[in-house]
């Protein structure tokens, strides 16, 4: 994809998550965010001190919540929109430094920086994946980790919720499609980036997840073998190389 197509995808991308506000990018704090955020942070075991960068972090849905945690956390996105919705919702209560930027052209001082990179339902409105993960890994540093939960394109409730949900549209939700093993794993690697086997998790929407029977009956649903396969949300992780990464 060309330089002008990026920018009309970013254009598109821009005008899909500013011209509404997104019930599920407001800052909160619930049972259901809080999994996503565990998983995380579970998956990249930050230790004291390390520097985290989340792209695609939007209005700061799960960077708040880390921040909260003592995370030494930084946000990059697309929309300086969104960032100054960040900002309202942090209201100086943690120091996160902002960057508006493509994640595709992070800016050259961020290169090299970051112990952890993570993000959240970001990368499949990515318009090339190859271009992301390479740049991913020159924001980290080397041994630096990255890990990112994305939709599961098997799981059949997305196509319902983009087809039902009146500020969703396909052409800005496809990407979900690339959200498989053998996309990432081969996109990781030619990036400089080890790939961990993914792991999957969740069943319910917010409405069930955030009651405590939904959540019990959740952990269960989540150990049956045969439904794993289907389950909503996966994490792809990845450890970037001591050598150099072009």
């Known amino acids: 994809m060309g330089n002008h197509n990026f920018s009309v995808h970013n254009r598109h991308q821009r005008e899909y998550f500013e011209r509404t506000r997104k019930a599920t990018m407001v800052p909160g704090d619930s049972p259901y965010i809080r999994r ?5 942070l579970q998956r990249v075991a930050p230790h004291p001190g390390e520097r985290v960068l989340e792209v695609g972090c939007g209005m700061g849905r799960h960077a708040l919540l880390m921040a909260a945690r003592g995370i030494r956390l930084e946000g990059l996105d697309l929309s300086p929109v969104l960032l100054d919705q960040f900002r309202l919702a942090n209201g ?54 990255a890990s990112f ?11 319902l919720q983009i087809l039902f949900t009146p500020n969703m549209r396909w ?45 019990q009956l959740e952990a269960v649903l989540e150990r049956q073998r045969m439904l794993r ?15 150099s990464v072009s």
């Not at 996503?36 to 995380?40: E, G, Q, R, S």
């Not at 939960?149 to 196509?159: D, G, K, L, S």
């Open 92 to 145: 100086g209560r943690y120091d996160i430094p902002l960057h508006c930027a493509d994640m595709l052209h992070p800016p050259q001082h961020l290169e090299g920086r970051f112990d952890i990179v993570v993000g959240f339902f970001t990368l499949h409105h990515l318009p090339d994946l190859g271009a992301g993960m390479r740049a991913v890994a020159r924001i980290l540093k080397p041994g630096g980790r």
């Open 149 to 159: 939960i994305e939709p599961n394109p098997v799981n059949p409730f997305y196509y």
């Open 36 to 40: 996503h955020v565990d998983v995380m």
């Open 171 to 215: 052409r800005e939700e496809r990407g979900i499609l690339q959200m498989r093993s053998a996309v990432m794993g081969p996109a990781m690697r030619k990036a400089g980036l080890e790939p961990s086997p993914p792991e999957r998790f969740g069943f319910f929407p917010p409405a069930v997840a955030n009651r405590p029977w939904g959540a």
């Open 229 to 243: 396969p289907w389950l909503p949300f996966q994490v792809f992780a990845g450890t970037r190389s001591a050598s």
